[in-house]
């Protein structure tokens, strides 16, 4: 049954990848909802498979050499079992996706208005005049003035922080209902950084907009995210309200790195928390909990049964034995 309250539910989502060395299962199972308004943060260590759930979204995988499973459904259509050229009306107009480093992104032959307006003329079938209006319009709403002499720029000419505000511009030209926004803050300076994510949160207040947040930045999370899903190794370890999760972390994995974020009220002699050894390798789809010969709670069962989820209250869950043992 559809929740009416989620813009996107993702179920049991799996990706097979298939490549010279073998399978490998760069998602097992992935669990995720994104509700109406809301700004959800993906959190895990790099290769966890959260830039592998945003491009599953969009369906970005080639199709030769990948296999997926499960249902992602957006406004109850299943992104997952759409034909590309379905999917191809979502990308830019309902769906959109900003990344890590803008200038890998952008066009640099062609102007940043140029480039915004092309949205406009091919999602919304929007005059070349019409089309103009609307980025200098966008130009404006993300904070690149005078609007017009932006238009004419092209993207060697901005600093990172304006080529970011440009992909933002490029994003919600066409007002999508969903934002992937993939660690769109990473290359940038605390201070620009800062000022992208006061205008993301802004932009999603302003249009309602949900954004799917992407980032190993658990700061970034009690910042600007409503709620927070926890990724291991191809999979959602817990989700649930970010002060809940935060608060009250149910996972070990989860309370891991929580522990390992300096804060001012660590003491000089104090060591950051560690989490010890590395994850499994990728090429074997594994059976049991993927995290026990890392966790220091592990037991038996743990080595044996890959777990489901133990749910706590509010929406809060984690797939762990060790909750309420």
Known sequence: ??????????????????????????????????????????????????????????????????????????????????????????????????????AMSLNPLMSVGNQIAEMARVHLKSSKAEARQIALGMLEK???????????????????????????????????????????????????????LELIQSLSDEMGMSVLFITHNFGIVAEICSAVSVMYQGRVVETGYTRSVLDNPAHPYTAALIASIPTMALESQKRLGSIPGRPDTLYENLSYCPFCARCPQAFGQCRNERPGYQYLEDGHRAACFGIGG
């Open 1 to 102: 049954m559809i929740d009416m309250e989620n813009l996107l539910e993702i179920n049991g989502l799996t990706v097979e990848l298939m490549t010279e060395r073998g399978i490998v299962y760069a998602l097992s199972g992935v669990d995720l909802n994104v509700a109406h308004g809301q700004i959800h943060g993906v959190v895990g260590e790099s290769g966890c498979g959260k830039s592998m759930t945003a491009k599953s979204i969009m369906r970005l995988h080639n199709p030769k050499r990948s296999r997926m499973g499960g249902t992602i459904l957006f406004e109850g259509e299943d992104i997952a079992a759409m034909e590309i050229k379905e999917v191809e009306r979502l990308r830019g107009k309902d769906i959109s996706m900003i990344f890590q480093d803008p």
């Open 142 to 196: 993300v904070g690149l003035s005078p609007a017009i002499n932006r238009y004419r720029q092209y993207p060697f000419e901005l600093s990172g922080g304006m080529q970011q505000r440009v992909m933002i511009a490029i994003a919600i030209a066409c007002s999508p209902k969903l934002l992937i926004a993939d660690e769109p803050t990473t290359a940038l300076d605390a201070t620009i950084q800062a000022q992208i």
